[in-house]
């Protein structure tokens, strides 16, 4: 069993619709993660959340919004999201920031 | 730039041979190297991670560190084909992983 859940594990949208992916770890870590990969592609940081301050990659585009409601919850919110941003997006945690991350299984988003 | 490389491969092995992989970073002054085995369609997997010169082992896998070469290599012994998928090297730079783009490997019965 993972721990570091994330829901759902797989979501098709349309590019005017609003949804959040979710991710919640188990393991008591201080930092998490989001990730980006597409196929046959390294996985690409978008955000850490770690001791409550959040860091943003700025290739980043606005569309894609984390939210930290606590230290064991971190989402993401897309809205007016574009066909290329299909894609595997892996939540992780870590001890600390720079550690050994562990990642959930992955949310395979399909953008039409 | 900061930079994790790798050979993409596909690296092929015969059941029971070892396999090797590398990897080289450009970061001196990185601290902390990890090895992540990600099957098609899935998340990555914690292999090892070394922090020291040398090696370090874990059952049928080997990890070396050479830190004045800047060098990381994963050694998998008595390679299954379960084995074949593609290997991720993580180097921690200014306190995140930068991964390089994976070595595919392919283990034949």
């Known amino acids: 069993d993972t721990e570091v859940t994330q829901t759902p594990k797989h979501l098709v949208m349309g590019m005017t619709n609003k949804k959040s992916l979710k991710c919640e770890q188990h393991?008591?870590?201080?930092?998490m993660y989001w990730y980006k990969q597409k196929a046959k592609k390294p996985p690409e940081l978008m955000f850490v959340?770690?001791?409550?301050?959040?860091?943003i990659n700025e290739s980043v585009p606005s569309r894609f919004s984390p939210e930290c409601p606590n230290s064991s919850l971190l989402n993401l919110h897309l809205h007016a999201l574009q066909p290329e941003d299909s894609a595997l997006y892996l939540c992780?945690?870590?001890?600390?920031?720079?550690?050994?991350?562990?990642f959930g299984e992955g949310s395979r988003l399909t953008v039409l | 730039q900061k930079e994790v490389e790798q050979n993409s491969g596909p690296l092929s092995v015969p059941e029971g041979a070892i396999a090797s992989l590398n990897c080289t970073y450009s970061?001196?002054?990185?601290?902390?190297f990890f090895w992540y085995r990600q099957y098609s369609g899935k998340s990555p997997e914690l292999i090892m991670f070394?922090?020291?010169?040398g090696d370090k082992e874990d059952g049928r896998f080997t990890a070396q560190l050479n830190k004045a070469s800047q060098y990381v290599s994963l050694l998998i012994r008595d390679s299954q084909p379960s084995d074949s998928a593609t290997y991720l090297c993580?180097?921690?730079?200014?306190?995140?992983?930068?991964f390089g783009k994976g070595t595919m490997l392919l283990v034949s019965p």
């Open positions: 970061d001196r002054g990185s601290q902390s």
């Open positions: 959340y770690s001791y409550e301050k959040l860091s």
């Open positions: 993580a180097v921690n730079m200014d306190s995140t992983l930068t």
């Open positions: 992780a945690s870590s001890q600390g920031e720079g550690g050994e991350l562990f």
């Open positions: 070394i922090y020291s010169n």
């Open positions: 393991m008591g870590h201080r930092a």
